[in-house]
Nanobody, 116 residues
Framework: EVQLQASGGGVVQPGGSLRLSCAGSGFTFGSYDITWIRQAPGKGPEWVSTINSGSGTTFYSDSVKGRFTISRVNARKTVFLQMNSLKPEDTAVYYC?????????WGQGTLVTVSS
């Protein structure tokens, strides 16, 4: 059974940090590009960051560049999103997605709330 699970969300004050995890099972995790996408209340989905399989090349949206870091540990079938200097506008449900040559898997989201 294919599973992709995002975790690590919570409530944090502005300027704080959180680390999200995306854990996969039931497929060759290391062969998939992993993407984080978020959806703020009342807004559409927003791409946040992607890490490629193989080379591990990373990409970031302008809104998070310099504050967020994506990384992967294929042996643990996990991708991390380290989020620093969090802002209220980072409040959203964060989802992870695994994609490879037409195969596409989504995990349940994890809620991040940035509030004082």
């Amino acid at each position: 059974e294919v599973q992709l699970q995002a975790s690590g969300g919570g409530v944090v004050q502005p300027g704080g940090s959180l680390r999200l995890s995306c854990a996969g099972s039931g497929f060759t995790f290391g062969s998939y590009d992993i993407t984080w996408i978020r959806q703020a209340p009342g807004k559409g989905p927003e791409w946040v960051s992607t890490i490629n399989s193989g080379s591990g090349t990373t990409f970031y949206s302008d809104s998070v560049k310099g504050r967020f870091t994506i990384s992967r540990v294929n042996a643990r079938k996990t991708v991390f999103l380290q989020m620093n200097s969090l802002k209220p506008e980072d409040t959203a449900v964060y989802y992870c997605n695994a994609e490879r040559m037409g195969s596409n898997y989504w995990g349940q989201g994890t809620l991040v709330t940035v509030s004082s």
